[in-house]
């Protein structure tokens, strides 16, 4: 027979609600609820337990932040490339050009945004591909962390 020590304490409206909430959800007393947090709360092992789980967050968060970093370096320098590229070559056009070039550019433009759309939902990058153009060895599932 397990001996137990009656303690009488006073909880918040807002956390009684929330303690009387979670013990029905799981079905079981109040009491075993607040002695499993105690227990967990007390425990020597808890500290360290939250800190490997914080720990291992933080570190996909730090994956995730680099991926993201890669990515927007990519597309900062794809897109400064281009606008010197097309700047540097680009004649500008006579007036007699111009208006079937607008007709022609709203044309391609078009194109280009059914081209992105189609690429989006297939769900690859630009800056995958340019990944994989760089270290062709690599293969596409490690550069993602598993992610398509």
Do not use: C
Request: no cysteine.
């Amino acid at each position: 027979m397990i001996v137990r020590t009656k303690h009488t304490f006073r909880l918040p409206p807002d956390l009684a609600g929330r303690l009387a909430d979670y013990a029905n959800r799981k079905r079981v007393s109040q009491a075993v609820v607040v002695e499993a947090a105690l227990a967990s709360h007390l425990s020597a092992d808890g500290a360290d337990r939250l800190e490997a789980a914080l720990a291992k967050r933080l570190d996909r968060m730090s994956r995730q932040i680099e991926r993201l970093e890669r990515h927007i370096t990519i597309s900062n320098e794809t897109m400064a490339l281009f606008v010197r590229f097309w700047l540097t070559t680009t004649p500008p056009l006579p007036d007699s050009a111009k208006t079937t070039a607008q007709a022609k550019g709203r044309e391609r433009y078009e194109g280009f945004v059914e081209a992105l759309g189609r690429r989006i939902a297939k769900g690859r990058s630009f800056a995958d591909d340019v990944i994989k153009d760089i270290d062709p060895a690599m293969p596409f599932a490690s550069q993602n962390d598993g992610e398509p």
